[in-house]
DNA sequence: TCTTTATGGTGAG
DNA sequence: TCACCCTAAAGAT
């Protein structure tokens, strides 16, 4: 489910569930008992997510938490289900409570450590101080696909498989073309278009980029592109399936046609 | 009751 | 580029 706007949804419901409350904070499944002995009883200040990281601020070392791809978060109002074996990390105020399975990350992480994973983040285009003129610098010193570098949380924080399918299909843009061979302005609309996209989906819950509530390519290989007809082709390009239209993004469109 | 799949990231070769 | 880590749900057997 973790693309930066799930990670963005999670900070505001959480900020909204658990924030300015004392919280009991355990470890079901035992893997993060230090940590959550340590955080058990602890007023939660804040909750912030650049890109795909969560930083929960508690006046103690701040919790940082990752998704991974398979990581989720469940959340309940009221009575609550007794956590699953693989729940890592429970949090209860009042009367909600979170649980959280299979993150790539959760752990504690002192000042330094957490600039450091900070410095190695990308413009988030979901954060009012994200500088798209930063993303730009970076992106035109790359080599190799547009499709890659959009993946790249150096680049770009928050970006995930689906978004840049969407999005450089919504722009017209050809996976397979330099990056480097991407100017401002179509950068620029790139960016424009991931930051709707993106917000779109912090709305929703769901990624629905296309008119309807749909997708445009995502995970429609075979399928006939919405715009053209032609099929929606299926490929790997740094180390997740591509999916993009050959005839809508064959390299010489021009602009963003849908963004 | 298996096997597969997933919107991610790291570290080894 | 590959193997591997994490968990749950869906699909196949």
Request: charged letters at 20%; hydrophobic letters at 40%.
């Amino acid at each position: 489910m973790p693309e930066g706007h799930t990670v963005h949804r999670l900070a505001l419901d959480h900020g909204r569930d658990l924030a300015g409350r004392p919280v009991a904070v355990s470890s079901p499944q035992g893997r993060f008992a230090d940590g959550a002995r340590l955080l058990d009883g602890c007023t939660l200040l804040d909750v912030e997510a650049y890109g795909k990281h969560l930083f929960y601020r508690w006046g103690h070392p701040v919790l940082h938490v990752h998704l991974g791809l398979v990581g989720t978060f469940r959340t309940f109002h009221g009575d609550a289900p007794a956590p699953t074996s693989g729940t890592r990390l429970a949090m209860r105020a009042e009367e909600v409570t979170v649980y959280l399975a299979g993150p790539a990350a959760c752990e504690l992480l002192d000042p330094a450590a957490e600039d450091a994973l900070r410095a190695r983040l990308g413009p988030d285009p979901l954060r009012a101080d994200a500088d798209p003129g930063a993303a730009f610098a970076v992106l035109q010193r790359r080599r190799g696909p547009i499709g890659g570098v959009l993946l790249d949380q150096r680049v770009l924080a928050g970006v995930g498989n689906a978004y840049r399918a969407e999005a450089l299909f919504a722009c017209g843009i050809d996976p397979h073309r330099a990056a480097a061979s991407v100017g401002r302005d179509e950068f620029d609309r790139l960016w424009h278009t991931l930051s709707g996209m993106l917000r779109q989906g912090v709305t929703d819950g769901r990624i629905a980029t296309a008119p309807g509530g749909g997708r445009f390519v995502y995970k429609r290989a075979g399928e006939p592109c919405v715009r053209c007809g032609a099929t929606v082709a299926g490929a790997s390009m740094a180390a997740r399936t591509l999916f993009f239209c050959p005839r809508c993004q064959c390299g010489n469109a021009q602009g963003c046609a849908l963004g």
